[in-house]
């Protein structure tokens, strides 16, 4: 298979719509005074009008400031996060790591979580097998193999979670700014595992404050401000442009 043209993620007129205050509840009287209220003053968009669409193969860094929509559009691509409007489609699986846990339960020891999120990631009962001790190597959990993973350090959980997520056949990679949290050894090794990934030809979304590492890994930026796809071209230009609007 070769990386056609034909694009792998189109996300076209992507919004989502969060309520800025969750914990203020309705008052009971609220409800009792009919649906004057149907749409708390609260509510706002998060991402609004999001398109542009990616061909397999392509490194993408998405850039801009605190809580401007970064980590909302990669829960969209990864489909954890439905939108309120537009939609997303990807042709083919998503590999995500982008909370801190991974996706996993923190309840269950590392061992189980390995295989509920291999499997999930329809990874057979053999390749697992194949794998697992590959997994457990590269994030040196060894000793925590049957520890529940809410008891590992968040580091360890980082761990934990890159060299399982590095390790499925999914042909996008989703990687937020949890990498910051390995220590520099890890992360080193983390960045030489991109680095492979993608030289496979798999399609990239990183989220980083850094310069360096966006350099290092992406051909091309998506700059949000304020929920909105501000600019869309190569990495160079869109960290210049972010620059330029926000100097240090
Ligand atoms: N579940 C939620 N409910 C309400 N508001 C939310 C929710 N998730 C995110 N937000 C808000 O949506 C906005 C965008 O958040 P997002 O996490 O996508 O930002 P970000 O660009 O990734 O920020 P950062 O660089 O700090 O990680 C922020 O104002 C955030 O507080």
Redo the contacts with the bound molecule.
Sequence with gaps: MTATDSPIIVASNLGVR???N?GARRSFKDLLSGGSRRRAPSEFW?LRDVSFSVRAGEAIGVV??????????LKLVAGVLLPDEGRVTVNGGVAPLIEITGGFVGDLTVRDNLHLTAGLHGLSRSEIADRFDDIIDFAGAADVLDTPYKHLSSGMQVRVAFSLISQLDEPVLLVD?VLAVGDRAFREKCYRRIDALLAEGKTLFL?S?SERDLRRFCSRGLY?DRGALRLDGPIDEVLKRYNEDHPA
């Design positions: 969060f309520r800025r969750r998060a801009g400031r605190n809580g401007q929509g970064k980590s909302t559009l700014e989220v404050h949000l």
